[in-house]
Structure formats: C-alpha cells, structure tokens
C-alpha cells in the first residue's frame, strides 16, 4: 500500500465542464472565467475577484495596482515559499525579509514594526497552511505607519481567523489553484479585495493595460499593462473543484483531528499552534520533529509519502542573508515535516502513518 503525500484530485466533472467550453468556442477568458470569479467571490464574501496564471502573479498584481514598485520595500517574511518574495521583484519592488512567531510560522509583528523603513510600502502577511496571521495587530500597524497590507493566503481556501474568512483583510489577498491546492485548475491564482479602485486596476493590468475587452486590433490602452489572463478551459475545471470545496475542508478538519488525537504525547514531536485563529482549516496536516532525515527515510520505506518545509529564504540564492538573524524560521524549516494528507487519506491509512511515526521515536 502506498500513501501519497499529496495528490490533485479530479472530480469526474471536469469533462463536462470542458465540453461546455469548447461548445462555447471561447476558450479564453471569458464568461466561464467570469463565472468562476463571482463563486469564489461570493466564497470568501469580497466584492471583486480577479482570476490570473498563478498565485504569484496575483500577489505581483495586488502591488502593481496599488503603484507599489521601483525603489519601494515590501516586508515578507523570511519562512515561506520562494513565490511570495518573487512576486514584489515581479512588481519591481525590493522584498525585506523579517522573521517568523514559533507558534504559528506566520510573520513576526514585532519584526515587521523594527524593518520599517521610510521606502517601505506594504507588508505581505503569508497564512502559512492555511493558519491565519496576526491581522488583529497588523492591520492597526499598517494603519499606523500608512502602509499596504497584503495577504498571501495561497493555502488558506475556506480557512477562518477571528471569525473572518482568510482572504478578507488587509487590501487584498491572493489564492493559488496550483495542482497541490484544495482547488486545482492545474495552475491558475485569484486577487480578492474589497477595494473597488484596486480592482478596477488590476483588471486594466491584467489585461494590456485595456478598460474592457478588445478585439486586439484597435484597442485604447490607456496604461500599461500586461497579458495576466486566466483561461475559460481552466475555470472549466476550477467550477467542477469548486463543487467539492465544502467536502473537502470538512475531510481536511477530520484528518487534522484525527492525527492530532492519535500523536498526542508523542516524543520528539510537536504540532504548530493555532491560538486565536479559530477556524482554521490547514492545507496539509504540519508537524515539528527531532532527526527528521531519519523519519522521512523511515516513512520512505514504509511507502508513505512526506515533504519537508521550505528552505528559509535568506538561504535560497536571489535572497541570500545574513546566517543567524532569522532564528525562528531556521529552526522551524529545518524540523518541519508535511505528512500524508492527500485529499482521501482513510483513518487507516492515517492510522498507519501514526504507528510508524510513533515506533520511530518511541523505539
């Protein structure tokens, strides 16, 4: 038997979706994309959603709207994945690395309040599996100092913080549909917002800089813009996933408990906070270990599937740093482990990575 870590799930209408998109022949975005935009919309309860390629070129989008770019800072903190700092250089924007709270893995407010600076622009708080930030304190923060908030709430679909959907603060936020997403359309992002303005925006610049769709011959383009579109084939699938999402928040709930009850007391093993952030629902069940080479090798033979957390990014490349100044997110990438949480994972299979976790460490 083997036990995926993770895997995107089809629903089995997805065909028929398609088929209605290509008996449409439009097959760009349009009506379908529409459609979609308006459910997830309706989902988190925002005003506008704006569908594009990727969760990276939402965040991009959410600062380019906002006239966030060259010779601006934008704070992001140093544990997440590579996409969050990508999208301020896609902006044009120079990203501040800050370090992370141990409860949580989200960013640092007290960190954030000493990298201020007089070119920082905005924050981009990042949901880290779907756990939201401390929105309570870094709204006020960012009202404080004048600056944008931005949420990175790419594996926070259907997640809840102080009784607000994720997806509901700051200016904007964005989701990814990437294929390891509760919602795939194989790649695919949405930037939501209650700004009406910033929408607007967004729409021109995801779009060649046009106020409506053109035929792409004389067409005005009033500003400059980019080639940001989704595509009516994409949301085809996304609709079809779409009509799971309740099932499968509620599966994750269960699997999160499931897991949590069964590892409790376990040595060598800890699981992430989630204090004040009722209603969470995470992207993959997350755990912090002792000689974590050693579990995934074990597990490995056991043909049971796991991920390691991200590389801090002041160690990746384009963000080198200095080593030291980012204690927190250090030590959590290097004893972070993701363990099977595929969208089907059965109480035995959970089961069973439980018993080889717990022979492990108690052995």
């Known amino acids: 038997m083997t036990i995926p870590w993770y895997e995107p799930q089809m629903t089995g209408d997805e065909v028929v979706y398609l088929k209605d998109a290509l008996d449409r022949n439009f097959i760009n975005d349009g009506p379908l994309t529409q459609e979609f935009e308006a459910k997830i919309a309706n989902f988190i309860g925002v005003g506008h959603a704006v569908a594009v390629p990727s969760g990276t070129t939402a965040l991009a989008l959410g600062l380019m709207s906002t006239g966030i770019g060259q010779g601006d800072e934008v704070i992001v903190p140093n544990f997440t994945f590579i996409a969050t700092a990508n999208a301020v250089r896609l902006a044009g924007a120079e990203p501040v690395l800050v370090d992370i709270d141990t409860t949580d893995f989200n960013i640092s407010v007290p960190s954030v309040r000493s990298a201020i600076t007089k070119r920082t622009k905005a924050i981009i708080a990042v949901d880290v599996n779907g756990r939201g930030a401390n929105y309570i304190e870094l709204e006020p923060l960012c009202k404080e100092f004048g600056l944008r ?215």
């Not at 897991?259 to 969470?280: N, R, T, V």
């Not at 363990?339 to 089961?351: A, N, R």
């Open 149 to 363: 908030l931005f949420c990175d709430s790419a594996e926070a679909l259907g997640s809840m913080y102080a009784g607000r959907m994720l997806g509901t603060f700051g200016d904007a936020a964005a989701f990814s549909f990437s294929a390891n997403k509760t919602l795939t359309t194989g790649q695919g992002g949405m930037l939501v917002t209650n700004n009406e303005e910033l929408a607007v925006r967004a729409r021109q610049i995801k779009d060649q800089g046009r106020l409506k769709r053109g035929s792409g011959g004389d067409d005005l383009h009033p500003t400059r813009g980019f080639n940001f579109k989704f595509t009516d084939l994409q949301a085809a699938v996304g609709l079809a996933q779409f009509r799971k999402l309740p099932e499968r928040i509620e599966r994750a709930r269960k699997r999160d408990a499931l897991y949590g009850e069964l590892l409790a007391g376990c040595p060598e093993l800890a699981f992430p906070k989630s204090s004040g952030k009722d209603g969470a629902v995470l992207q993959w069940t997350d755990v912090l270990v002792s000689d974590r080479p050693e579990l995934i090798t074990r597990l490995e033979m056991n043909r049971m599937g796991t991920r390691a957390f991200w590389f801090p990014l002041n160690s990746q490349k384009p963000y080198l740093g200095q080593v030291g100044k980012f204690p927190v997110s250090e030590k959590v990438s290097a004893r972070g482990l993701w363990l099977p949480s595929y969208f089907e994972i059965s109480q035995q299979e959970i089961e069973a990575v439980v018993n080889v976790v717990r022979s492990y460490f108690e052995g």
